[in-house]
């Protein structure tokens, strides 16, 4: 490729995601128009050029092909219809199929059993009387989740085996919305792990992250994960399984959970770049968006070694003082080996991602004091 070929890439999406996306392949000479679906939050600042079209609008449509070579999604719940029409036109990665499979708990955990990856047993319910078997089949605590469109814990509902007696208060409180029923696992810890995957098959996975979650959001991720060597070259595997199978193109994130039998279940799978990956940025020597950005530009892959022990922290809203006044920066600033990263949103809410830290450390236990050091300072409790 020369350099007036330069891909110029579409991304599906209007979040933070898209936003680093755009950080890389720009820095690497790649034009990016992100295509929000709706407003700009202020992430999508860093494309070249921004569409705020909805995405089942027609000029969007257009005005997106006009300005792309390839597409790219950012987002989990883009229309799977409005992929395979882009898809007509210029290469789309990860394709219509892989997304239709992420974006559905069902076809996930369905795609997962078919292909003998362990899971978290489940039952899906449309009705109150299947909700009533899904608990009678699951014994024991569960956990129900919408189908579609849950992110960071929402659409979620724990419910206890005391509770279970509750049926129609329970399904009320999912207005019809189709559901699936999970058991609910005693945790020992969760990973995740990246993948990326070029379209000539060539597959890498980076070093599984060890994630601790507060209020079923992402607090933090530790890098290496302080569990067996076993378990982690199990995690990579499944990843790598998985990702061939779907034939899937692009960085691929796989959620586990570690049970308390030490055995590893996968949670769920993002088909994008995924929160857990955000320390490759500075820890690894090729970020995950960096591998996106290769991978739709038919690039070869990069090495994802981690060059040293690393810890994220989430930054949500409930840090800033008020929807438009951002903490003060000083604790992370004066910390050695600390990097801030700004999402560019305008307003800060409550459990909104706004921004990430990393810790890089010659140990784990020193990057995860470095943080916890931060955190005091600025009041944060985990
Ligand atoms: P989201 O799409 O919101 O990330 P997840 O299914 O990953 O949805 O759930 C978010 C978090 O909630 C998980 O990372 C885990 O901490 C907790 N959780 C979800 N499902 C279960 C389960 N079946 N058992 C135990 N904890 C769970
Ligand atoms: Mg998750």
Redesign the pocket.
């Known amino acids: 490729m020369n350099a007036q070929d330069k891909k110029r890439i579409g991304v599906l999406g209007g979040g933070q995601l898209g936003r680093m996306l755009s950080m890389e392949s720009r820095r690497m000479g790649s034009e990016i128009t992100q295509w929000t679906g709706g407003e700009n939050s202020g992430a999508a600042n860093m494309a070249s050029d921004v569409l705020l079209n909805a995405f089942d609008d027609q000029a969007g449509l257009e005005a997106f092909l006009q300005a792309s070579d390839v597409a790219t999604v950012e987002f989990e719940n883009i229309p799977t219809q409005l992929l395979e029409s882009i898809a007509e036109h210029i290469p789309t990665y990860p394709d219509a199929k892989a997304v239709g499979i992420c974006q559905n708990r069902d076809h996930e955990k369905t795609f997962f059993k078919s292909h003998g990856i362990p899971t978290t047993p489940f039952r899906v319910a449309t009705t109150e009387a299947e909700l009533a078997a899904a608990f009678e089949a699951i014994p024991g605590d569960v956990i129900i989740k919408t189908l579609q469109f849950g ?3 929402k659409g979620q509902l724990s419910v206890s085996q005391d509770e279970k007696t509750e049926v129609k208060k329970i399904w009320a409180e999912f207005q019809g919305a189709r559901v699936i029923v999970e058991k609910r696992i005693q945790l020992q810890g969760e990973l995740s792990v990246m993948i990326a995957r070029g379209a000539d098959g060539e597959c890498i996975t980076y070093d599984p992250a060890e994630n601790i ?1 507060k209020d ?1 959001i ?1 607090d933090l991720s530790i890098v290496p994960a302080r569990f067996s060597p076993e378990i982690l070259a199990q995690a990579q595997e499944i990843g790598k399984k998985i990702a061939t199978a779907l034939e899937y193109v692009g960085v691929l994130g796989v ?1 586990f959970f570690i049970d308390e039998n030490q055995s590893i279940l996968v ?2 799978m ?1 088909c994008r770049p995924h929160n857990s990956g955000h320390h490759t940025l500075d820890a690894c020597e090729t970020s995950q968006f960096e591998q996106q950005a290769r991978v739709v530009n038919h690039q070869p892959l990069g090495s994802p070694a981690l060059l040293k022990p690393v810890v994220m922290w989430n930054l949500l809203g409930d840090l800033w003082p008020s929807s438009s006044q951002e903490p003060d920066w000083t604790p992370v600033l004066s910390t050695p080996g600390a990097t801030l990263h700004l999402y560019g949103k305008t307003s800060a809410k409550k459990k909104r991602k706004m921004g990430h830290v990393t810790f890089v450390a010659d140990s784990v236990e020193e990057a995860l004091s470095k943080a916890e050091h931060c955190r005091q300072a600025m009041n944060w409790s985990a």
């Open positions: 992110y960071d814990g979650h079923h992402l959620e949670n769920e993002a």
